[in-house]
């Protein structure tokens, strides 16, 4: 039997973490941020795939390609969580996922507080920086080895 896998997306300008805002990113670079996920993601002895990328296409294509490859999505759809083609792409491949935001969007301007995703979402979570993507990735270390 494969090794469960799981799938971390990243939004529009996560690239330039560790160059931009840092009052609001913190300085972690996104290079930094996929080693340790994917050290967390190993170390419980699944797969682990990153992707980033600042199209909303090719991350609803990324989406698309999870159904058959990945077991769990976490995504940071930064400025595209108002998305209505991520929203249609995630509830298409009906794989479990969960929202993260480095920042708290609902502590920053009002037109980035409503989250077209976080309805179905098994959960959000926002304001905590990296740590954010952590608990996320444990939380889905432990999704998945509760459904074996």
Do not use: C
Request: charged letters at 25%.
């Amino acid at each position: 039997m494969s090794q469960p896998k799981i799938l971390i997306l990243h939004g529009p300008n996560i690239n330039m973490l560790g160059e931009r805002e840092s009052e609001i990113y913190g300085s972690l670079t996104l290079n930094e941020l996929d080693d340790s996920l994917e050290s967390l993601v190993d170390h419980a002895g699944f797969v682990v795939e990153t992707f980033q990328t600042n199209h909303e296409g090719l991350l609803v294509e990324k989406i698309q390609q999870a159904r058959n490859e990945a077991d769990f999505i976490v995504i940071n759809p930064s400025g595209y969580h108002r998305s209505l083609a991520l929203r249609d792409a995630l509830l298409a491949v009906e794989i479990p996922f969960i929202e993260v935001h480095l920042s708290n969007i609902h502590a920053r301007e009002p037109f980035r507080r409503e989250s077209l995703i976080a309805d179905i979402a098994l959960g959000v979570i926002n304001g905590f920086g990296p740590d954010g993507y952590h608990w996320a990735v444990m939380h889905a270390i432990r999704y998945l080895k509760e459904e074996k």
